[in-house]
């Protein structure tokens, strides 16, 4: 399985950015893609995940509102359109790929978002 982030870069508060996952590799090991991010010197957080099969969504409650995940099935591409953007959105931001949405076995590299006040 593999997954290839893009789409990051630098915005003011209140601009909007779209991110994108190229995933490829075996569909049944990616059934849950999910965003995570990393801000300079904290941890890794989740952001936001959804089911392939059914297209359920989740999101942590600092976007929701905010930004939406969707998925182009005849891309196997997942996006997380991020709107109202906030100077504590500025982090690194990784798609990944699980079975159960449990365990996150398949990292893409980072894209960074950098949102200026």
Same mark, same amino acid.
């Given at each position: 399985?593999?997954?290839?982030?893009?789409?990051?870069?630098?915005?003011?508060?209140?601009?909007?950015?779209?991110?994108?996952?190229?995933?490829? $590799?075996?569909?049944?090991?990616?059934?849950?893609?999910?965003?995570?991010?990393?801000?300079?010197? *904290?941890?890794?957080?989740?952001?936001?995940?959804?089911?392939?099969?059914? $297209?359920?969504?989740?999101?942590?409650?600092?976007?929701?509102?905010?930004?939406?995940?969707?998925?182009?099935?005849? *891309?196997?591409?997942?996006?997380?359109?991020?709107?109202?953007? *906030?100077?504590?959105?500025?982090?690194?931001?990784?798609?990944?790929?699980?079975?159960?949405?449990?365990?996150?076995?398949?990292?893409?590299?980072?894209?960074?978002?950098?949102?200026?006040?």
């Amino acid at each position: 399985v593999q997954l290839q982030a893009s789409g990051g870069g630098s915005v003011q508060a209140g601009g909007s950015l779209r991110l994108s996952c190229a995933t490829s $590799g075996r569909t049944s090991s990616r059934n849950f893609i999910g965003w995570f991010r990393q801000a300079p010197g *904290k941890e890794r957080e989740f952001v936001a995940r959804i089911n392939r099969i059914g $297209g359920l969504t989740r999101y942590t409650d600092s976007v929701k509102g905010r930004f939406t995940i969707s998925i182009n099935e005849a *891309k196997n591409t997942v996006y997380l359109q991020m709107n109202n953007l *906030k100077p504590e959105d500025t982090a690194l931001y990784y798609c990944a790929a699980s079975v159960d949405s449990n365990t996150y076995n398949y990292w893409g590299q980072g894209t960074l978002v950098t949102v200026s006040s």
